[in-house]
């Protein structure tokens, strides 16, 4: 079993900080609906403390609020999907070197789950609510680049 503390503190850091970047990346992707969409984030995470025990390395990664640099946006130029994608495939390849294939997968579901839940927790278009799409064409395009990155290892 992988753990906290078979990282250095770079190392967790990057991991740690994944999920969220994949989920502002999807916030990124399109305007309107950034509380709604913070707050999804937040019961993944949520929920995930409440399964406690299935992945010694997820517990241990929600264990504590998920917190982000702002010196990657920076160096990214301002970018924050450019930013995201980067610190995913740093994360990815972490993983990939310390944990086991199924810890692997279990954060990559994670990841994603964060990033769905971004992606659902606003309607696109539409009037007043009525109408519009649950995923739009833009946060569409943004899953699929966070599935493409942790698949791409």
Do not use: C
């Amino acid at each position: 079993m992988t753990r906290k503390a078979d990282f250095n503190a770079e190392e967790w850091s990057t991991v740690a900080e994944g999920p969220l970047y994949a989920g502002l990346r999807v916030i990124a992707a399109s305007r309107g609906g950034t509380v709604r969409e913070s707050l999804a984030m937040g019961r993944v995470y949520k929920d995930a403390r409440a399964k406690h025990g299935e992945s010694e390395l997820l517990d241990e990664l929600v264990a504590s609020p998920p917190t982000i640099d702002p010196q990657h946006v920076q160096q990214a130029g301002g970018d924050v999907g450019q930013a995201a994608m980067d610190r995913l495939r740093q994360a990815d390849a972490a993983l990939q070197a310390k944990a086991t294939p199924e810890e692997l997968e279990a954060y990559r579901n994670f990841v994603t789950a964060v990033a769905r839940a971004a992606a659902g927790a606003h309607k696109e278009g539409g009037f007043l609510g009525i109408g519009g799409q649950e995923i739009s064409e833009a946060e569409q395009q943004a899953l699929d680049e966070i599935a493409a990155t942790l698949t791409a290892g």
